[in-house]
């Protein structure tokens, strides 16, 4: 009988285990996206044409620092455009001229936010919306548009090229 009960002791010690694991992974996560919005926080918003990359969680980053995160996405009903909700560290004091645009790490790299404070001396507060913004850029539209220019100029140079005499 003593066997049995050190053998379901252990396994109420390791299940409790996994279940305390659990919720610090949860309350972790929660913390790390849609839940730091906070009194430490404070939210705009940004329409961008072209939201493609971005997701709940992606950094928000001034001078390449991160400083926020989206915490919310959505189609706009009236311009079809993304909008996206930022929340931005309270110490981070932006111009209400800033611009936003969606930028990648690289080639290989995933996209954040980049934001770019402006002159004006009024900062920006909860609620309101950055007006200036540029949208993700599509990377294959890119290179083909930049193969089919150079099979263009390929198919022009071998037509304007100079017919080369018949042998004799």
Request: proline share 4%; glycine share 12%.
């Amino acid at each position: 009988m003593t066997a049995l009960f050190r053998q379901n002791l252990i396994e109420a010690i390791v299940g409790a285990l996994v279940v305390g694991i659990a919720v610090v992974f949860v309350l972790f996560s929660y913390q790390r996206t849609s839940g730091n919005v906070g009194a430490d926080r404070y939210r705009v918003s940004a329409l961008f044409p072209n939201a493609t990359g971005v997701a709940v969680g992606t950094d928000v980053r001034v001078s390449g620092i991160k400083v926020g995160s989206v915490v919310d996405q959505s189609l706009d009903p009236d311009t079809f455009q993304a909008r996206l909700g930022l929340s931005i560290d309270q110490r981070i004091k932006l111009p209400l001229d800033s611009s936003a645009a969606i930028t990648s790490e690289g080639i290989l790299g995933g996209s954040y936010i980049s934001l770019t404070p402006g002159g004006e001396s009024e900062t920006m507060r909860e609620g309101d919306e950055i007006l200036d913004t540029q949208g993700s850029v599509d990377l294959m539209t890119l290179i083909g548009g930049f193969i089919n220019q150079t099979g263009k100029s390929e198919d022009k140079a071998a037509a304007s090229a100079p017919a080369e005499p018949a042998a004799p």
